[in-house]
T-cell receptor, first 112, second 110 residues
Framework: DAKTTQPPSMDCAEGRAANLPCNHS???????VYWYRQIHSQGPQYIIH???NNETNEMASLIITEDRKSSTLILPHATLRDTAVYYC?????????????FGKGTKLSVKP | NAGVTQTPKFQVLKTGQSMTLQCAQD?????MSWYRQDPGMGLRLIHY???????DQGEVPNGYNVSRSTTEDFPLRLLSAAPSQTSVYFC?????????FGSGTRLTVV
């Protein structure tokens, strides 16, 4: 079973910030929080990851609470092309070692 | 760089037939894995490899075989296709930071 809990769906107005929450209350000390997204039926796309500090890249920002039990992915200015399913995953650093467990994610719909 | 390349993109098989889904990456990544995704579901891990010559089972390995003879290639073999294997299959590779996924193979078993 996935180690994370996400809302099944969210809406966001185009141009607004999209804030996607994720609960991971059983995260262990050496596990990172990863975010991927899947647009339509394409392969998942890496967005961002973090351990305990907030992270930002050209796609998004990741805010992790001090107790590391939850996090929020922020898309600062959502566009229609950001409509996708967003997956929050906790895993050991490095992925692809048999430890990426995908839940059902959050379906984000960006509306004009 | 092409990234992760999966072939074929679409395939229809008859029950009982066998086939190999190809996955190749040109990023010199050590780690590779195969997932399947059924409608409305998240991805489930089938098999993975942490380097050439090393493979291990994931969550749903039954009916599938893998081998890793080179760093670049990680083929997935369906031994005797069943309708329950109708799915979209994704291959991924990682160099130790995050995963890069291929565009998928859509398989229908009739």
């Amino acid at each position: 079973d996935a180690k994370t809990t996400q809302p099944p769906s969210m809406d966001c107005a185009e141009g607004r910030a999209a804030n996607l929450p994720c609960n991971h209350s059983t995260i262990s000390g050496n596990e990172y929080v990863y975010w991927y997204r899947q647009i339509h039926s394409q392969g998942p796309q890496y967005i961002i990851h973090g351990l305990k500090n907030n992270e930002t890249n050209e796609m998004a920002s990741l805010i992790i609470t001090e107790d590391r039990k939850s996090s929020t992915l922020i898309l600062p200015h959502a566009t229609l092309r950001d409509t996708a399913v967003y997956y929050c995953i906790v895993a050991n650093y490095g992925g692809s070692q048999g430890n990426l467990i995908f839940g059902k994610g959050t379906k984000l719909s960006v509306k004009p | 760089n092409a990234g992760v390349t999966q072939t074929p993109k679409f395939q229809v098989l008859k029950t009982g037939q066998s086939m190999t889904l190809q996955c190749a990456q040109d990023m010199n990544h050590e780690y590779m894995s195969w997932y399947r995704q059924d409608p409305g579901m998240g991805l489930r891990l089938i098999h993975y490899s942490v380097g050439a010559g090393i493979t291990d089972q994931g969550e749903v390995p039954n009916g599938y075989n893998v081998s890793r003879s080179t760093t670049e290639d990680f083929p997935l073999r369906l031994l005797s296709a069943a309708p329950s294997q109708t799915s979209v299959y994704f291959c991924a590779s990682s160099g130790g930071v995050h995963d890069t996924f291929g565009s998928g193979t859509r398989l229908t078993v009739v």
